[in-house]
């Protein structure tokens, strides 16, 4: 379907280094970057194109599209049908080709542009969602701290959640959500009940944030918010009640570090301050996490990789839980996990 609409709610979809598909906001393409001069990070697109063999014959190097650009004009003849494509996903639009011309008109100052809308099929390469700039929901926040966050963060995938322990969840929860509907008006929080995500349940002590973008049947992020340790839940895939002392969340909150973050590329580019816990504390909640949940294996892998402080690991494990280690416990786990 031929539709016109808004530039700026498209997004162009490019691979990282890691061959996985983000979201960009056209101006920090490396496409855009190379029509305004900077040609080094087009220059390592289209070599990282040819290395994962998706550089068609025709792809543009870096002086064929800074020669390509001045003689473009979109929808002229004989190109008169040649449509650059779009899906629509959630309350944006993310491109299914076209990109050079999107940097193109975007650089030539055009504000709506004619495109083909796609509603059938999905992309065949999925990659991060990146709906929600999580980051920029965090932004001012003190009390907190960000829990086993993955490596890609603040990207995400579709169905993922962010855990925050916090010392005042309905404070979070009052900051976050008014500020998710005021940035996504479109996006519907509510269950099938009709009522806000909001789980203030004493035995989980958790409050949830779920955000379902227009048109998604299934949740694209929730937001995590804890008051205190979550390991003697009783839930279905834990196999150990792990208590922890108050004390270690206080630890935690006294010696948090605090991170400037990038955005990812999909927004406007902004370098927002995250707290997170030290790099000691991070490894213990991993390996609860673990024990609680032997299932996630990323965490206790997590602790394999970092491994660095293996004395105030062990006090901590065998001072603040119920929980009893040793060395010889870690090196033979860490043996198991590498068999």
């Not at 494990?317 to 068999?339: A, G, H, S, V």
């Amino acid at each position: 379907m031929i539709e016109t609409i808004n530039i700026n709610n498209i997004k162009i979809r490019l691979f990282n280094e890691n061959k996985v598909i983000i979201p960009y906001k056209i101006e920090n393409t490396p496409h855009f970057k190379a029509l305004n001069g900077d040609h080094k990070p087009y220059d390592e697109y289209y070599t990282r194109m040819h290395n994962f063999g998706r550089a068609k014959n025709h792809y543009m190097n870096t002086k064929q599209f800074i020669d390509f650009y001045p003689k473009f004009q979109y929808l002229s003849p004989p190109y008169n049908n040649e449509y650059i494509s779009v899906k629509k996903i959630g309350d944006r639009y993310e491109s299914l080709d076209g990109d050079h011309r999107l940097s193109c008109l975007k650089k030539q100052g055009h504000e709506y542009v004619k495109v083909n809308v796609v509603n059938e099929g999905n992309f065949k390469h999925k990659g991060f969602s990146n709906l929600i700039n999580i980051a920029k929901c965090l932004e001012g926040l003190d009390d907190y701290v960000i829990l086993k966050s993955h490596e890609y963060f603040p990207h995400y995938y579709d169905n993922d959640d962010l855990d925050i322990l916090c010392k005042d969840k309905k404070y979070m929860f009052e900051h976050i959500y008014s500020k998710m509907v005021k940035e996504y008006p479109n996006f519907n929080y509510k269950d099938k009940n009709g009522d806000v995500k909001r789980r203030l349940n004493d035995e989980h002590s958790k409050t949830f944030i779920d955000a379902y973008p227009p048109n998604f049947d299934k949740l694209n992020f929730r937001f995590d918010l804890l008051e205190k340790f979550p390991y003697n839940f009783d839930l279905n895939h834990s196999t150990t009640n792990i208590k922890v002392n108050e004390q270690y969340f206080d630890l935690i909150f006294e010696r948090k570090i605090q991170k400037t973050i990038n955005t990812p590329y999909t927004f406007l580019e902004e370098k927002i301050k995250i707290w997170f816990p030290n790099e000691i504390d991070d490894l213990v909640l991993r390996f609860l996490e673990w024990v609680w949940q032997p299932n996630k294996i990323r965490h206790i892998q997590a602790v394999k990789d970092n491994y660095n402080n293996e004395d105030e690991f062990i006090n901590i494990i065998n001072k603040y839980t119920n929980l009893e280690i040793d060395k010889q416990y870690m090196e033979q786990l860490f043996n198991d996990l590498k068999n």
